[in-house]
């Protein structure tokens, strides 16, 4: 049912906006397929955070990383 109503409303327009279409069909389903988790900070404010969006990224800390820097040294 709803195949058919896609088909007939695309019927009647230009080929650029079957493209501009298509074009958001595929963003509704990356955006489906991404994982996210809602958050309420109260009743009215609702915000969306994607699950760990580093995971795929490497990151690396240097190796004095805990160490104090020479600027603050003398308020220790």
């Known amino acids: 049912m709803a195949y058919d109503t896609l088909i007939r409303e695309a019927k009647d327009l230009p080929e650029d906006m079957i493209e501009q279409v ?12 991404k994982e996210q988790t809602t958050h309420s900070i109260n009743n009215s404010i ?26 603050f040294k003398e308020y220790i």
């Open 22 to 33: 298509i074009e958001f069909m595929r963003f509704l389903k990356y955006a489906s397929k």
């Open 46 to 71: 609702t915000f969306h955070r994607s699950i760990n969006p580093l995971a795929d990224d490497f990151i690396s800390i240097s190796e004095d990383f805990d160490e104090t820097p020479e600027c």
